[in-house]
T-cell receptor, first 111, second 112 residues
Framework: QKEVEQNSGPLSVPEGAIASLNCTYS??????FFWYRQYSGKSPELIMS????GDKEDGRFTAQLNKASQYVSLLIRDSQPSDSATYLC???????????FGQGTELSVKP | DTAVSQTPKYLVTQMGNDKSIKCEQN?????MYWYKQDSKKFLKIMFS???????INETVPNRFSPKSPDKAHLNLHINSLELGDSAVYFC???????????FGSGTRLTVV
């Protein structure tokens, strides 16, 4: 079983729709969860962090965390073509600041 | 003002050569990392330094040797390059205890 697993893409949504990206993790001791966005040929950019169960909203982005189910998700409301990118889920390990990344989900928002 | 800068951005070299990648951060962070991203976009940690001390050394061939002269710099030297070393190498930094990494722009290494 992979340590951090994301739903396989690519995910295609029409402009204005809600994009839903999912991630599961195996280490019950994980405390910190992150979503990074990576445009093609660019470096990953942190867009959301979440540490407690429940929802966290930032503009059009909402991160949801359920530690009991070992599940974290990212919702993007009113999706725009500029949201087209690969979204990486990352989870902390207990090893010196190390983040474990999922394989990424490629999102395509069609005008 | 670039927060985490890596050089070079592109590196094309022949098998068997030795090459280095440099990384510098001006964020005042105490921890720096090297990650390798393969062709399927999977990011995997290689090394981590906290205040110049090596704290993470994943299962990486001995041909890879990191060096941190101070907490703002982390370099990666690769000996006897192989075709399988072709990837994008990212440097990142953070403050220990805060996992919000800032990534450098990456170095695309192509071994021919």
């Amino acid at each position: 079983q992979k340590e951090v697993e994301q739903n396989s893409g690519p995910l295609s949504v029409p402009e204005g729709a809600i994009a839903s990206l999912n991630c599961t993790y195996s280490d019950r001791g994980s405390q910190s969860f992150f979503w990074y966005r990576q445009y093609s040929g660019k470096s990953p950019e942190l867009i959301m962090s979440i540490y407690s169960n429940g929802d966290k909203e930032d503009g059009r982005f909402t991160a949801q965390l359920n530690k009991a189910s070992q599940y974290v998700s990212l919702l993007i409301r009113d999706s725009q073509p500029s949201d087209s990118a690969t979204y990486l889920c990352a989870v902390n390990s207990n090893q010196g600041g190390k983040l474990i990344f999922g394989q990424g989900t490629e999102l395509s928002v069609k005008p | 003002d670039t927060a985490v800068s890596q050089t070079p951005k592109y590196l094309v070299t022949q098998m068997g050569n030795d090459k280095s990648i440099k990384c510098e951060q001006n964020l005042g962070h105490d921890t720096m990392y090297w990650y390798k991203q393969d062709s399927k976009k999977f990011l995997k940690i290689m090394f981590s330094y906290n205040n110049k001390e090596l704290i993470i050394n994943e299962t990486v061939p001995n041909r890879f040797s990191p060096k941190s002269p101070d907490k703002a710099h982390l370099n990666l030297h690769i000996n006897s390059l192989e075709l399988g070393d072709s990837a994008v190498y990212f440097c990142a930094s953070s403050q220990m205890g805060n996992y919000g990494y800032t990534f450098g722009s990456g170095t695309r290494l192509t071994v021919v």
